[in-house]
């Protein structure tokens, strides 16, 4: 085993004991050889999961910059109920490798909007001929002063980054894939 896994252990097992030496009388008493093997048992099974994992699987969180949710301030969708300031409408982007899908909506009452982009480096292109517009080149930008990072696009609109993920609900994101098969052109009586 690396030193690092072996540390990872060593700590997870006095964190274990000091939490079960606080809380131990909140549970049903057991003989003192059995409690202790249950928790050394208990303890060790979670962590041997993590051993053989790369610091990028462990992780639940993303690690390329593109990824996440962004405010958009140029449009106003009033989504507060999302968590989102007024005056803003919420973008989110689902990036891995290269390539990312960019989900939004630009009124209230409007469509979500799903487009597909590629990005290298600090540079992101989005052709947002898919809803409509034009083909959108945008770059990262980071101001650690102000403590806002985000994307500045070529017509001047910045969407700024949020600390946190909004994940979108099953019936969101199936939603736009379930209005693009409806306006597919039906198949002719008899051909399959």
């Not at 290269?98 to 992101?124: F, H, M, Q, R």
Request: charged share 25%; hydrophobic share 35%; glycine share 10%.
């Amino acid at each position: 085993m690396r030193r690092s896994t072996r540390c990872f252990l060593a700590i997870s097992l006095a964190v274990s004991c000091l939490t079960h030496i606080r809380l131990g009388p909140l549970f049903v008493p057991l003989s003192c050889a059995e409690g202790r093997r249950r928790l050394l048992l208990g303890s060790v099974g979670p962590l041997l999961g993590l051993v053989g994992q790369s610091a990028q699987a462990q992780s639940s969180f993303s690690t390329e910059k593109w990824d996440g949710s962004f405010l958009d301030t140029s449009r106003d969708c009033k989504e507060v109920e999302l968590g989102t300031p007024e005056g803003t409408c919420l973008r989110n982007i689902d990036a891995l490798g290269g390539y990312a899908t960019v989900l939004g909506k630009d009124s209230p009452t409007g469509d979500v909007w799903e487009c597909l982009a590629e990005y290298d480096g600090n540079d992101i292109q989005v052709p947002f001929k898919q809803k409509g517009g034009k083909k959108a080149t945008g770059k990262w930008f980071s101001n650690r002063k102000l403590d806002i990072k985000g994307i500045e696009w070529d017509d001047g609109t910045v969407w700024e980054k949020m600390e946190y993920k909004i994940i979108n609900s099953p019936n969101e994101q199936m939603d736009p894939l379930g209005k693009i098969k409806n306006k597919a052109p039906k198949p002719a009586p008899g051909i399959q």
